[in-house]
C-alpha cells in the first residue's frame, strides 16, 4: 500500500502533538516509526520526546541539538543552517534505507520556511520516500510545492493563546 504525506502547518497551537497521536497510532498497530525534531534541542524535551523514550516501544527519537533564533537570538544562522542540514541528511539516510513505516519530521517545515533548508531537499524526499512509508511534516510555513505534493494538510489556526492575551508562559505538561 502506497505510504501517504502527511502536513501539519499553522501558527496555532497542537502540529507536534497531532503528529505524535498520528505516530502513537502506527506503534500500537507494530508500525515503525521514526520521530526526528528539529530546531527544538536547547530546551525541555517535550512531553511527547519524554514519553517516546519511556513508553513507546518501536519509536526512535532523534532531537537534534539546533535551537530555532526565537529562542537563542544570538545564534548565527549560517551555523544553524549547517547544522539542520547535516541533520537533515542523516534522517534522510535512515528513511532511504526502508526500515521504517512512518517518519516524523517535526519542525522540518520551519527548516525550509526560514532557509535553514532548501525546499527542493525536503522535495527530493518527498519524491524518493519507500513507497510504502507514511511521511509527516511539521511547522509552520509549509512551502507551497510541498503542499501540493501532500495527501493530507491540516493548518493549525490561533484563535487566541494566553502568552499574547495573558502574558503567560510555556507551561510544562501542556505547551511542551
Known amino acids: 500500500m502506497r505510504g501517504m504525506i502527511h502536513v501539519y502547518t499553522g501558527d496555532g497551537k497542537g502540529k507536534t502533538t497531532a503528529a505524535f497521536g498520528l505516530a502513537a497510532r502506527a506503534l500500537g498497530h ?4 521514526l520521530f526526528a525534531q528539529f530546531l527544538k534541542g536547547g530546551g525541555a524535551e517535550s512531553g511527547e520526546i519524554l514519553t517516546g523514550k519511556r513508553q513507546l516501544l518501536g519509536m526512535e527519537v532523534m532531537r537534534f541539538q539546533e535551537v530555532h533564533p526565537i529562542f537563542d537570538p544570538a545564534s548565527d544562522p549560517g551555523a544553524l543552517a549547517e547544522t539542520v542540514q547535516k541533520d537533515f541528511a542523516q ?5 532511504l534505507q526502508g526500515d521504517f513505516d512512518m517518519a516524523v519530521l517535526d519542525e522540518i517545515n520551519n527548516c525550509a520556511a526560514q532557509g535553514f533548508l532548501s525546499v527542493d531537499s525536503l522535495l527530493g524526499l518527498i519524491e524518493n520516500k519507500p513507497e510504502g512509508l507514511e511521511l509527516v511534516l511539521t511547522g509552520r510555513g509549509a512551502d507551497p510545492r510541498v503542499i501540493a505534493k501532500a495527501d493530507y494538510v491540516t493548518e493549525m489556526k490561533k484563535v487566541k493563546h494566553p502568552a499574547e492575551t ?3 508562559p510555556a507551561r510544562e505538561g501542556i505547551e511542551y
Open 30 to 33: 507494530r508500525k515503525r516509526v
Open 166 to 168: 495573558l502574558g503567560a
Open 91 to 95: 534522517v534522510q539516510r535512515l528513511i
